[in-house]
């Protein structure tokens, strides 16, 4: 079983900046870096969309992170990264991790981050 572990959410006053984390454990049917991993979220009574992207070989971000977000990885340590700075009050949601390889997904149980004043 794989397993991903959200960590590093929390609250934060507008325009303050958070590090997410997410760690990997667990039997991989690859090498980590061969896996996309992305990270997404969910606020309350909306639908999850996507933060950001890393395929490997391109980068993604959602409209509304771009340039205030950053994704990254650490492969040796199966670990993904969500940089969130000048954080808004319309971050707020539980940010989820998630890996993909060969159309197989892995979810992590998510991490509430709070903009608030």
């Known amino acids: 079983q794989v397993q991903l572990v959200e960590s590093g959410g929390g609250l934060v006053q507008p325009g303050d900046s958070l590090r997410l984390s997410c760690a990997a454990s667990g039997s991989l049917s690859s090498s980590f870096m061969l896996y996309g991993v992305g990270w997404y979220r969910q606020a309350p009574g909306k639908q999850r969309e996507l933060v950001a992207r890393d395929t490997g070989g391109s980068t993604i971000y959602g409209d509304s992170v771009k340039d205030r977000f950053t994704i990254s990885r650490d492969n040796a340590k199966k670990t993904v990264f969500l940089q969130m700075n000048s954080l808004k009050p319309e971050d707020t949601a539980v940010y989820y991790c998630?890996?993909?390889?060969?159309?197989?997904?892995?979810w992590g149980r998510g991490t509430q981050v709070t903009v608030s004043s």
């Open positions: 998630q890996i993909v390889r060969s159309g197989v997904e892995y």
